[in-house]
Structures are given as C-alpha cells and as structure tokens.
C-alpha cells in the first residue's frame, strides 16, 4: 500500500465510524460515534481535520446539505466512505490481526 | 422558546479564525450541539481546537508561500552578496530593484497559483472568498517580502 494512503488511529476511527453511519453521517454524529465506544470527549475541529485528510487521500467524499435555520443558515456535510477507503479500513484490519496475532502477553489478558 | 446563543465571541473567532476556506459546516456543527445542551466552556473548547487545526491546516496549505518566500530570499542573498563582492556602482539601487522585483513575482506567481489549490469544500461557492485570514496571510508575506536586506 502506498505510504500517502496509511491510517492513522483517529482517521481509523472516522472511517469506521462512517462506515457504521451510512447515508447520515455527517460532523456531529460521527463525533458522538466516537466518544460512545471510545469513552473520551471529540473535538468536531480533530474530527473534521482527519475527514479533510481522508478527503485529500480520495477515501471518503463529502457533499453538502440544505442550510437549516437551527443551525444558524448553515448547511450539513455528509460524508460517506469510498471503495478505496472500504479498501484502506479492510488493509488496515489485516495489519492489526496479523500484529495481534500470536502475542502471549495479550492472550495472557484476555484469560 | 427562543433557542440558546453560544458564546459571541467564540462564534466571531471562529467564523474568522477557524473555519476559512468554506468549512462552516463544522461551525453549524458546533451550535446544533450547544443547543442540544452542551455547555459554554465546552463551545470555548472546541472553538480553540478548531480554530488551532485549521491553522495548523493553513500552515500546511500556504508551504508553497513558504518555499516561495525561502527561494526568494536566497536570491536576494546572492544578488546581496554579488555587488557587495565585486564592489559594483550603486549596489543599493540593485539591491532595492532585486528585492521590489523578486517579491513582486513571488507574490504574482502566489496569488496566481491560488485558484489551482484544492479548496477544503469545493462544493460551497463561498469557499474561496478572502476573509480576514486570507487578509493577515497576504499582509504577512507582503511585509515579509518587502524586507530590504
């Protein structure tokens, strides 16, 4: 895999939380996403820099909604993933296991 | 019920600091959630963040001004150093003609070259208007280049 298309931990974490999303993802449910299952507090700017570089990368794409009065006449950015980034969280996973795999210390914590 | 107001100058900073380049989603973002309860402290908060990424955002963005303005420099340094060497007629004329020529260029061949970076949202037509951070860039590397050596 090319070096300009690897994952950081917080870009991973974006993606795969589009991913569970799907059609309505957009800043402040993908940062919820994130502090439900990751249990700390995310800043909308962290989160909306990391979709900028999987945006730069061609592994997520972005449109704009309908500007709404609540929001002060501003209007939503959706994201979705594409299938190079579906590609790049799939890569990213068979890393991760691969490293996982076979460490006695961790199949020691897990007991 | 009237909706709450975030913090005012929180939402002024970010609106010039924070958000340039057409991201004012994030800023639509961050009110849908103070109204939804989320305190003050926390606006603040993520007010200072965003406006910290996008600099640091911006600095990324603007490297060619910064490679631009390095170059510059350097030739100047050498066209400096060349009259200085060979003790040439008038050298402050050439010097000062160099400077005012080089950072005409560079600041031609920068705001030229603008059109072509990539916007943070291509969708939104307001992206690209100069807004006070665009201004202070501008004002910074006008004054950096016209630094006489």
């Given at each position: 895999m090319p070096r300009h298309k690897s994952l950081g931990e917080f870009e991973l974490m974006v993606l795969l939380a589009l991913i569970r999303l799907g059609d309505d993802a957009y800043g402040v449910p993908i940062s919820r996403e994130i502090e439900q299952r990751s249990g700390r507090e995310v800043a909308l700017g962290s989160v909306y820099a990391a979709l900028d570089r999987l945006e730069d990368k061609d592994l997520v794409r972005s449109k704009l909604g309908d500007p709404t009065a609540s929001r002060g006449g501003r209007a939503k950015r959706y994201f979705r993933v594409t299938q190079q980034g579906l590609r790049a969280v799939r890569e990213a996973q068979r890393i991760l296991v691969s490293m996982w795999r076979g460490l006695p210390a961790l199949e020691g914590a897990r007991a | 019920m009237n909706p709450r107001k975030p913090p005012l100058l929180a939402t002024w900073l970010l609106e010039r600091?924070?958000?340039?380049?057409?991201?004012?989603p994030l800023a639509g973002d961050l009110l849908e959630e103070f109204q939804s309860g989320r305190s003050g402290a926390w606006y603040w908060r993520q007010t200072f963040v965003a406006i910290a990424t996008g600099m640091c955002r911006n600095v990324w963005v603007a490297r060619r001004y910064f490679g631009a303005f390095s170059i510059g420099y350097v030739v100047q340094a050498c066209i400096a150093f060349a009259f200085w060497s060979n003790s040439w007629p008038s050298p402050l004329h050439g010097i000062a003609f160099a400077t005012v020529a080089v950072a005409t260029a560079l600041l031609l061949l920068g705001f030229l070259s603008r059109p072509l970076w990539r916007p943070r949202?291509?969708?939104?037509?307001?992206?690209d208007l100069p807004n006070l951070e665009n201004f202070l860039e501008f004002a910074i590397f006008a004054v950096a280049a016209s630094d006489p050596i």
């Open positions: - | 600091l924070g958000i340039a380049n057409g991201n004012a949202d291509r969708k939104d037509p307001g992206s």
